[in-house]
């Protein structure tokens, strides 16, 4: 798996990044019974964290990319709680959170930068259940943060 995710970033010109380190009192990642859960990443570009409110300063392309920017650290703490992606059987599901005004209601196209991210990635293993919500504010101002699960093998 390890190799089709280095060759698929390639191919769509992304790099992974180191993964972030937790900002508050949590823990990056945690296996349960084969369930990898990530605790929620924010969207870095160039170090800085992508900020501001969908319907308000940030535009739907923005969003969809800062989801995809989440995605990006998503899998850098699987490979880092992990050794590597070759455990990677499945990712179940991703929880999508957009900092966004009332009345915007766009919250799957944006999820969806991190949701088609993952299939491009993963392949079938990639598609996943979600849930994609809007909310008044997110840590250190991000325009969007994803958590996700992710099942994985033993060995």
Same mark, same amino acid.
């Given at each position: 798996? /390890?190799e089709r995710v280095d060759r698929k970033l390639a191919e769509l010109g992304? /790099?992974?990044?180191?993964?972030?380190?937790p900002v508050a009192s949590y823990v990056p990642t945690v296996d349960a019974h084969g369930l990898l859960h990530i605790s929620g990443?924010?969207?870095?570009?160039?170090?800085?964290?992508?900020?501001?409110?969908?319907?308000?300063?940030?535009?739907?392309?923005?969003? /969809?990319?800062?989801?995809?920017?989440?995605?990006?650290?998503?899998?850098?703490?699987?490979?880092?709680?992990?050794?590597?992606?070759?455990?990677?059987?499945?990712?179940?599901?991703?929880?999508?959170?957009?900092?966004?005004?009332?009345?915007?209601?766009?919250?799957?196209?944006?999820?969806?930068?991190?949701?088609?991210?993952?299939?491009?990635?993963?392949?079938?293993?990639?598609?996943?259940?979600?849930?994609?919500?809007?909310?008044?504010?997110?840590?250190?101002?991000?325009?969007?943060?994803?958590?996700?699960?992710?099942?994985?093998? /033993?060995?």
């Open positions: 798996m /390890t992304l /790099t992974l990044p180191a993964a972030a380190a990443q924010l969207p870095f570009r160039d170090g800085a964290v992508i900020t501001g409110r969908l319907g308000e300063n940030v535009d739907l392309a923005e969003g /969809t990319a800062a989801a995809q920017a989440c995605a990006l650290m998503l899998v850098a703490q699987i490979k880092a709680a992990l050794g590597g992606l070759h455990r990677v059987e499945r990712i179940v599901k991703l929880g999508v959170f957009v900092n966004s005004t009332p009345d915007f209601t766009d919250h799957p196209k944006v999820a969806n930068g991190a949701s088609d991210l993952m299939v491009a990635l993963f392949g079938e293993a990639g598609k996943h259940a979600r849930a994609a919500v809007g909310v008044a504010a997110l840590p250190l101002g991000a325009a969007v943060e994803v958590d996700a699960i992710v099942q994985i093998s /033993t060995a």
